[in-house]
């Protein structure tokens, strides 16, 4: 029994990362604006979305990033298994706080962790927020914010 079930996880794992291997390019857009900034922020908010993320991409354009979007805060915490390009995450709360942010290196499995419960989750390239002296209270905009669920 315990084979069967073994072989059955690692077959829909392996279909799984196998569907995965290509980078997201169809998921709609959202703007995002931090302070004078705008930020065209692609919108992950099924599970299947959420787990490939920006897994496989080779580049992103500087005013572009992922919003990941939960049913619910809670704490959230990311890694950067197949990712090949150094992420910042802002980790933002219901209002569009950013409650902390995390510089993640690719192709880790380190666990960035939200410091108290959130429901969205702004990945960028790495950098991009120390660049535009974008902090954690900064607040950003957003149709996203401010919706209850």
Known sequence: MF???????LLSTSLIF???QEPQS????V????GMYQID????KTAEQRQTGLMFRKEMPQAE????????PATQCFWMKN????????????DGRIVNLADMKPMTEDSHCSKEPVRFVLEMNQGW?????????TKLGSELFGQSR
Do not use: W, Y
């Open 26 to 29: 169809n998921l709609p857009h």
């Open 3 to 9: 084979q069967r079930l073994f072989a059955l996880l």
């Open 41 to 44: 922020a692609q919108v992950a």
């Open 83 to 94: 990712t090949l390009i150094p992420l910042s995450a802002a980790f933002v709360a219901d």
């Open 31 to 34: 703007r995002i604006t931090a």
């Open 65 to 72: 990033g992922m919003i990941f979007v939960f049913e619910q």
């Open 129 to 137: 927020f120390e660049r535009k002296n974008i902090k954690a209270g």
């Open 18 to 20: 196998a569907h995965a």
